[in-house]
Structure formats: structure tokens, C-alpha cells
């Protein structure tokens, strides 16, 4: 007997494809219908690897789906809705065209809503995951939320993803997860750290919505997304309040309870509403303690347990934990021109307290004459009135601060003053082998201290030519006051150092007194065994280099080719260093050379 | 006279027994007497003249009368017992006389009853305040404020009080409960899910969604206030990407339009007028006219002259011969030679052979180096549109104000997401298609049409008006 012909493409690639067309056929759904259903089940076209044995034969481009995903499709639910919703048009339609208003109003009040929360469920499985893809959602949703009603976008859209992205903000408050802000041309970055996963999203600036090009984005599309983005991020909200202990859907100010009946149409008002529901603080459960220490960091004696990993990881949990309350117990107040959201979101991450204008805004909660207020940020070059009890920084210094997980000085941020350059946080950090230059590396680490930089330059000078002072002190005005902070807050540093050592200092000569008596009591000490520190450095590198050669010749060449690459790229930083070192020196001879000429002129002059 | 029974022995070994054969028949009154008393209050309490009627012999008239009334007819009797309470009702009643603790209780009507003076009163009273009115209106409210309340309450989408992720229970996936149970295999338990329940295993996602990130990290040139180095490191890097833009354009035209040759206007026209008058006689022009020729005998001469068979001689084929023969035999002897050179050439030779296969080694290396590299940052084809290229962020350093407030951005967040989506294969690549609006054609009905005419006309009859 003849065995039956195989049909071409029954199995292999072709059988694992299909096209867009024959999937509608087999769902029985609209394409309108179909595209939403895959983005909401997250079902996306995949590229074959061999076309045209997937499009069985045909040739072309054509969107392909995989056979099985369509078939993951079939079982959902939601097919049957959406089944249902076709009927239900129809009728709205039907009652539209027979001028049948009554009826009409009642089906789009009836109107059935899909509820697609065990799609949320399915789609991610744990917390974690939902939190891992959180980049995307955050992002639009930020975005849908500055958009006004728009055409092909449901009208509550944009008011829950409002409502969505401040109860967000405020668990991130609460959390005090913020790690990384980044204000660039495009919008601020934000990096906040959930469960050990980094979050990240783009907030637009605060312009007023820009009318987007018709042809350049689908908004139908874009608004399903969002869609499905609105759902996960209310559940994520949900889980992330309740690990805090705070109440769920939480009473923020009027504008964002569901059940208002008036909406906020100037976009300003609606604005200020919204950063004042930032400021409030939000209701705790009950018998929720507020200051939930964390534990300390426990260790595990893993395989390839590095001291220095280990040390690492210590500092870095050390800094978090500076970071988390950097701002506590101090006061803002926020200038009008200063755009205040985002300043207050970072402000009240790291458990400061803000304030602005009363007049101009609402949801102040202190007034610009409080004495206690430690920082007034402003962007403008002067102002008229001036308090002495606080500083009057630009808002970078707010983000700098951020990203250095330690409050900077604020000599290089003061009103008025040019800001250094505001630089990313999401830089590699991997690649240390390179140039820094020394006003980088003081931007990147406070405790650096340059050997030749500016001020301490200046300092130097003074000491070692006293009589000059008296004559520098008013040719440069403009840089005295910022000297004299940066003098204030090296005082301050010092005075805070020295204190605990006071006590130490207390009667020297009662400890002479202290000594003296234990050298009477000591027993002849046994001499220890002293470690040569050189002899010990030979051997380490002895032993070293056997360990080098005990590397496989396999990656012998690699290891080589690694070293050569060390040494070359710390050649290049050394002649940089020497570079930079030989050029400050000269830029100093001018300037002490040019001085002396000004002092020569000078004196000439009085002669 | 009484007979006697004679005892007989019983056994009156448990309580069922005992019972059975003794008389407990006093205790039993007696105690329900005491029920009775309880519930009817007791006997030595109730005054005389609730336990005593005085005999007035008036029951007796009234049986006598009884006997005087004639029996009711059937339908009467029917009518009679409508008034009675049904018999299935009894059970509803209150059998004791144990008072309603609701002293309050509000006594209903029934519905049908005969309505009062008072309550017709009131009723008018009520009608006339329009207070019903009032209150249905207010049920109206009501009702539609729980509706509302009821269905908000539905909504998930806006409630979200939901914990999605908190309970793991087998319940939770759809598991009956009768089957949740350590000795059930999983397979069994998640054979009986509904289907409409059951969670499947998602399909993986496709590679290029799962490895690129939505949020790509932001060059740090694109600071508000960046450091001067790394602007330049950005503008470096959208030049760049200008510069191949440009090439690949430059490339497209001499490829497309500049394969082909240009024909001026000119130019076209004298072709058309070429061949347009192919065939037609020309005007006789002198200047084309051929050179007389300068001998013309008038002999006949034939274009090419017939040729010669003209041959070799016997010395010159041998010449001929010879010379082939010398140039063979060199040939072979310079390839001889060249055997013996090569042998102690090996080495070179070998060296060299080793050194051509090492360098199409490596670069046959880079190139697949650099076509994975190029495939891994690709954007997957989905369609027959090609997913737009990611372009460098451009900050025109005119509009870098270095301060918060003026703050200017040329980028199209929506867009920058709408293309990352494609990118990462989430969205085929599509040309949004505008819908062309219908064009109407309009036109005059032929009576309305104003022309000119009309114009000329109207402006003359006004102006005789006048």
C-alpha cells in the first residue's frame, strides 16, 4: 500500500506560522478587535526564521504570528466579550440612526466593561514580574496623564492614569526608593528600587500638551496599551501601599477621588492640585509602626566570598541608607519659578518638608517667613529680601545631591552663581580605567580632595605672600562671598569633627599621670612577631606570579592580552595626570607672575 | 365487683421500661397543669370574676335560639367561612398567651382594607402637600444613587481593591475545593478547572522584547546643564550619524536618478521632430548633397576588393614551423627551471599560502562578527514597513540655557515611545493610512446659478432705483 502523500507545510516552520489574515479567520474577530486582544494578552508578531517556508510559499512580507500563541488566544475569555460588545455596538448604533436617544443614553450608561485583571495575573505571575516591566507602564502612563481628552482616547483614560501616577509617586515617598534622578532636554529619569528591582522612567517637562502629528502615531494603539498599563500599575499600587502599611486607595485632595463630578479644566489649577496632593502625607494602618528599621545586611559564606565584594556591598547598603534620610528634618521653600513638582517629589523621597508661595499655589504648609527653613531654592540671579537663616541654592543642587547620595556643599550652587554641569547618574561605572579629570571626580565623590585645585591654590598663595592679601581682598569681590561659605562650611565640618574630640583633650596630664601608672603595673612585654611590610609585599608578588603561570594555556592569551590593555590604559591616565599637573603649574607661575607685575605697578604708582 | 389482676412481674430494668409498665399518667397531668398555669398565669392570682360567670341562664336562651335559626344555605356558608382565618394560616398565630414583647408593634392593615376617616383625612392632607410626589421622586433617587454605588463599587478598573498577587492558594487558580488536597496529583486538579479559569502558561515572549530595554539609559549629553565633553561626545555622534544618513541618500540618487541621462527640453523636441518626419521627404538642402567625385571614369568598382588565394612557400611554412617548435621548447625549458627554483622556495611560498588563509581567516571572523552584531541590534521585520532607525538625541547647543526654567526640548516623547515599541517587536511597523475625506462635488442647480451676467444685472436695476 501507498502511504498518503504528506501536504506541504502540514508540519515544520510552515505549520508553526500564521498569517495575521488567517488568525482573524480562525478567532472570528475584527482586525480592530484582534489588535486589541493581542495587546492586551501581550501576544506579539514574531519574525521566522526562513519567510518563506512560513508563509508557505507566498512571497512578501506578512505579519506572522506563531500558530500556538493564537491558540493561547482561543481560550481567553474575553474573546466571548468582546463578542458580546460587537452586539452591543451594533444596537448603540441602531437606536443612534432611529434617533432613539433614550435608549441610546441607556446602553452607554449599561455599557459592560471587560475586566481584564486575570490578564494581569497571567500576564506576570509574581510581584517581581509585574515590577520588572514597570518601565514601559510607568512612562506612558506619566505621559497619557498631561493629555487632555483627545479623540480616539476614552475620556477617563487620562484622569485614571493621573490618579494612578500620584498614588505611585506617593508609595515611592512612603518607600523612599528613589535611587537616581537625571534631568535631561527630553524629561526628568527617575530610578527607584522595588523589591530589588530598578525601575526606571522618563516624566515629560511641564509643557502645556503639544498637538501631536496625525500620521506619526497610532493614538488607538497607544491608548490600548495604556489600557492594560492603567490596570497592572492600579494592582502594582495596590500590593506596594499594602507592603507599606498605608490604606489603599488613599484620600488625596478632591480632584483625584473617582466619584467628583466636577473636572479641573485649567490645566494649571489642575497642576497645582496635583503637587499638592504630593505633599500631603498619606493615612498608616492601624498599629503600623512608622520607623521600620531594616535589618542589618545578613552574610552568607558563599564560594567565591571576595572581601572586597563583601566590603562593597557594605558601603553601597551604608550609602542607601544616608541616601533614604537625606533631607530629614529639613525645611524647603520653593520659589515660583522653580517648577516645583518634581523637586517636591525628590524632596519628600528623602523625608524633607516643602513649601511654597501661598498665594500663588495651593497646599502650602508653611509660609516664607518660617525662621526654620533651611533651604530656599530659587532660579533666579537675585532676589530683594534675604533671610541669613538659610541658603539660597539653584535646584540642581537638589539632583546633584541626589545622585551623590550626599548633600554637596552649596558654595558652587548658590543663587546667581554659573552651576557645574549637571551629569548623568546611569553612566558605567565598569569602566574605571580612564581619565578623570579632578573636577569631575569632585563632582562624582565630596570626600576628594584636589591637590592643586582652585581654592586651596588660592589659599597657598595667601599664606606664603601675606602682605598681598590686603590687596587681593578687593579685587576679587565677587569671588570673596563664595570663599567665605566654602571657609563656613569647613568650619562647620570641623567644629562638628572636633567636638567629640574635646572631651578626649580633657587634662592632658592626668593621662600622663594614667600612663605612667600602667607602665609601673606592665608586665615585660614578649616581643611580637613583627611583619615586614616589604618582605611581605615580595612575597605576595612572588606568589602571584605563579599564579599567573598556573594559568591554562587556553587563556594564556587572553590574560596577556588583558594585561597589556591595564597597562597601556594606565599609561594613557598617568601622562593625562602629568599632562594636567605640568599645565596647572604653569597657569599658576602666570598668575603669580602677573601678580607681582600688578604689585610692581602698583607700587610705582603710589611711588 | 372488681377482678383483681394478678401482678405480674415485669422487668423494670431501664427507664424505657419502667415507663412502660407504671402509672405516670398523674405526674403528667400534674405537670402539665404547671404548663398550663404558666402559660395562662396562675390560677390563685386571677380574680374571681374571670374564673366565674354568674348564671343567668342566658346560654340556655341562646341554644334555643340556635335552634331557631334556620340552617345557613351553602353559599352562605362559603361567605361565612371567608371571613374565618384559613386553616394553613393557624400555624402563624400566636397559640400562647405570652404578651408581644414589641408593645410598639405597628399593626398593618391588610391591603384591600376599608380605609379609615382618619387615614382618608390624612391622605388628602398628604395630596394635597404633594408629599407623595415628593417621594417618589426621592425613591427615584435613591434607587438610582444605589445603582450607581452598586456598579461603582463592580468596577475594578477604578477600585483595584484586588490583592492579585497575595494569595497563592490552589482556590485562587481555579482549583476546586474538593480537590485541593496533598494526595490529588496537579495534573488531576487542573484537569477539572473551567477552562475559562484556568491559567496557562503564557507562550515566551519573542527574544527581542525580553533582551532590550524600554527605557533606554540616556546619553549623558543630553543634560539640561551638560559637561562640555560630553555634549561634544553627542554632537560627535549625531554628525556622524548625519554623515552616513547623507552618504546613504547620495548613494539612493546615483544609484536611481542619476543612473539615468538627462534629456533637455531642447533636446526632446528635436527627437520628436526627428521622428516625426521619418520617411517624409526632406527639402532638398545643397549642403547635404554628396562630393562629386574627383575621378569618375565611370568604370564599375566594387565596395570590397576579391581576395587572393595567395600561398605559403615551402621555405616559409618550414620558417613557420620552426618557430613554434623553438618557442615550445623555451617554454618548457623556463618551466623546468622554475621546478628546481621553487623546491628551494618552499618555505616562502608556504609562509605566504599560511599568512593569505590567516588574513581571510580573521576577516571572514569580523564579518561574522560584525553581521551578528548588526542582526542582535536589528529591528525584527514584522511587516512589509521597516521599523524607523533610532537616531541620536540632538540638543542644539543654541538652546542650551543652562537653567531649569528655560528648559527646551525637540523631542516627541509619544513618538520616542510609539517607535521603541516597534523596535522591540511589540508592534508591527505601519504607516498610519489618513482617510482621505470624500470629496463633494458641488454644483449650481441650473435655476440658481449666478453668473456674472446676473451680477451686471442687479447692480443696473439697483442703480435705476436710485
Known sequence: ??????????????????????????????????????????????????????????????????????????????????????????????????????????????????????????????????????????????LFSTFPSLKKVPRDQSMLCRRLTVEFMHAVIAAKALRKVFVSVKGYYYQVEFEGQTITWIVPHHFSFQPQNKDEVDFKIMSTFVEFYTMMLGFVNFKLYHSLNLVYPPKLTSAFSAD?????????????????????????????????????????????????????????????????????????????EVPREPLVFIIRCFGGEVSWDRDHFVGATFDETDESIAYQIVDRPTMDKQYISRYYVQPQWVFDSVNARSLLPINKYLMGAVLPPHLSPFVDKTKDQVYIPPEERALNDPNFKPLNDDQSGSDIEEASDEDKEDEDEPNSEDSDAEEALAKQYQQEVEEDSTSDEDEDNADPEKKKIAKEKKKAMAVTTGVPHKEHPYQKEIEDKQAFRLREKLVRKKHRNLYKSMKAGQEQRKKEIWLLRKKRRLHDEKVKENKKNEKRKQKAQSLEASV | ????????????????????????????????????????????????????????????????????????????????????????????????KVQDPNAKRNRVNPIGSKK???????????????????????????????????????????????????????????????????????????????????????????????????????????????????????????????????????????VTTGMFRRVTQQEKENQWKEEMSAGLPQPHNPANDPEPESETDNEYKAINPPVKNKKKDHKARRKQKEQILEKERLKREKINKKKITDLYKLRQLQSSISESEQQQASSRDKRVQTRAARAAAAPPALSAHAAPRPEPDFVDPALLSGDLRNVKTNSNLLRDRFESLQRRGALAASKVMMKKKRKLKSYFKPGHKVTDNDIEKFLKRNAEKK
Not at chain 2, 491559567?199 to 546643564?225: C, D, M, Q
Request: aromatic share 6%; net charge positive; hydrophobic share 35%.
Open chain 2, 1 to 96: 365487683m372488681s377482678v383483681v389482676k394478678k401482678k405480674k412481674r415485669v422487668s423494670k430494668k431501664n427507664k424505657k421500661a419502667w415507663g412502660k409498665y407504671c402509672d405516670i399518667r398523674d405526674v403528667e397531668e400534674f405537670l402539665e397543669d404547671q404548663r398550663l398555669e404558666e402559660r395562662l398565669g396562675k390560677f390563685e392570682t386571677k380574680p374571681d370574676s374571670e374564673l366565674f360567670v354568674i348564671d343567668t341562664g342566658e346560654e340556655a336562651k341562646a341554644d334555643d335560639e340556635v335552634e331557631d335559626k334556620k340552617p345557613l344555605s351553602a353559599k352562605l356558608q362559603k361567605r361565612a367561612k371567608l371571613k374565618e382565618l384559613p386553616r394553613c394560616f393557624e400555624v402563624l398565630m400566636p397559640t400562647s
Open chain 1, 260 to 336: 467628583t463630578d466636577k473636572d479641573l479644566i485649567d490645566e494649571h489649577a489642575y497642576v497645582s492640585e496635583r503637587i499638592a496632593a504630593m505633599n500631603l502625607s498619606l493615612a498608616r494602618l492601624e498599629g503600623a509602626n512608622d520607623a521600620e528599621e531594616l535589618p542589618e545586611m545578613d552574610i552568607f559564606n558563599t564560594e567565591d566570598d571576595d572581601p572586597q565584594k563583601l566590603e562593597e556591598a557594605k558601603q553601597e547598603a551604608e550609602k542607601v541608607k544616608k541616601l533614604k534620610t537625606m533631607f530629614k528634618g529639613l525645611k524647603f521653600f520653593i520659589n515660583r
Open chain 1, 1 to 142: 500500500m501507498v502511504s498518503k502523500k504528506k501536504k506541504k507545510y502540514s508540519s515544520g516552520e510552515g505549520a508553526q506560522f500564521m498569517t495575521r489574515k488567517a488568525a482573524l479567520k480562525k478567532l472570528q474577530l475584527s482586525l480592530k478587535d484582534f489588535r486589541r486582544i493581542c495587546i492586551l494578552k501581550g501576544i506579539y508578531p514574531r519574525e521566522p526564521r526562513n519567510r518563506k517556508r512560513a508563509q508557505k510559499g507566498v512571497g512578501g512580507i506578512k505579519t506572522l504570528y506563531h500558530t500556538k500563541d493564537i491558540k493561547f488566544l482561543l481560550h481567553e475569555p474575553i474573546i466571548w466579550k468582546l463578542r458580546e460588545l460587537k452586539v452591543y455596538q451594533q444596537k448603540i448604533r441602531r437606536a443612534r440612526a432611529m434617533r432613539e436617544y433614550r435608549s441610546m443614553k441607556k446602553y452607554l450608561r449599561d455599557y459592560p466593561e471587560i475586566n481584564i485583571d486575570h490578564i494581569v495575573k497571567e500576564r506576570y505571575p509574581t510581584f517581581v514580574d509585574a515590577l520588572r516591566d514597570l518601565d514601559d507602564c510607568l512612562t506612558l502612563c506619566f
Open chain 2, 116 to 254: 379609615t376617616a382618619l387615614s382618608k383625612l390624612s391622605e388628602k392632607r398628604k395630596t394635597e402637600k404633594k408629599i407623595f410626589e415628593k417621594k417618589l421622586e426621592e425613591a427615584k433617587k435613591n434607587r438610582k444613587m444605589a445603582r450607581d454605588k452598586k456598579r461603582k463599587e463592580k468596577k475594578v478598573r477604578e477600585n483595584f481593591n484586588l490583592d492579585l498577587w497575595g494569595n497563592d492558594l490552589p482556590e485562587a487558580k481555579g482549583i476546586p475545593e474538593t480537590l485541593c488536597h496533598e494526595f490529588i496529583s496537579t495534573e488531576a486538579q487542573l484537569h477539572n478547572v473551567l477552562t475559562t479559569q484556568r491559567l496557562r502558561p503564557k507562550p515566551p515572549v519573542a527574544k527581542t522584547l525580553a533582551t532590550r530595554p524600554a527605557v533606554e539609559v540616556p546619553h549623558p549629553g543630553v543634560s539640561y546643564n551638560p559637561s562640555f565633553k560630553e555634549h561634544q561626545e553627542l554632537l560627535q555622534e549625531v554628525g556622524q550619524h548625519e554623515q552616513k544618513m547623507m552618504k546613504r541618500e547620495a548613494h539612493l540618487l546615483r
